[in-house]
């Protein structure tokens, strides 16, 4: 026999883990360009003008605040110009493939566990 779903208007459905998220199916723009630019503050006039040369000639779009009162905050900046990389693992043997260790016995059997 098959799954029985019943959908009851009276009963509201409650999403689990993110509770008031909704997802709206529109994707986040990337850093640095026109709908979501980076936000850099900067405290003197001389750092606005070398953030700014700097990206014009990468295509980036920054809105730069300066303002000496307050410290300089840089990171999406620092952001754009080394972007996260993902990780890569380490390839490890497959459990039916000889040992590394030089044992002579399958890598299950010898240093999975």
């Known amino acids: 026999m098959g799954k029985?779903?019943?959908n009851s208007?009276?009963?509201p459905r409650v999403s689990r883990g993110h509770a008031g998220k909704i997802f709206d199916g529109l994707r986040e723009a990337k850093l640095g360009t026109e709908k979501n630019p980076a936000l850099v503050t900067v405290t003197?006039?001389?750092r606005e003008t070398e953030i700014m040369a700097v990206c014009a000639e990468s295509g980036w779009v920054c809105?730069?605040?300066v303002d000496p009162d307050k410290s300089e905050d840089i990171s999406e900046y620092e952001r754009l110009l080394s972007p996260l990389r993902p990780v890569v693992s380490d390839n490890r043997?497959?459990?039916n493939e000889a040992c590394?260790?030089?044992s002579g016995k399958k890598y299950?059997?010898?240093c999975a566990s």
């Open 4 to 6: 029985r779903v019943f």
């Open 9 to 11: 208007p009276k009963m």
């Open 44 to 46: 003197t006039a001389e």
């Open 63 to 65: 809105s730069i605040t």
């Open 93 to 95: 043997p497959g459990r």
């Open 100 to 102: 590394p260790c030089g």
């Open 108 to 110: 299950k059997k010898c």
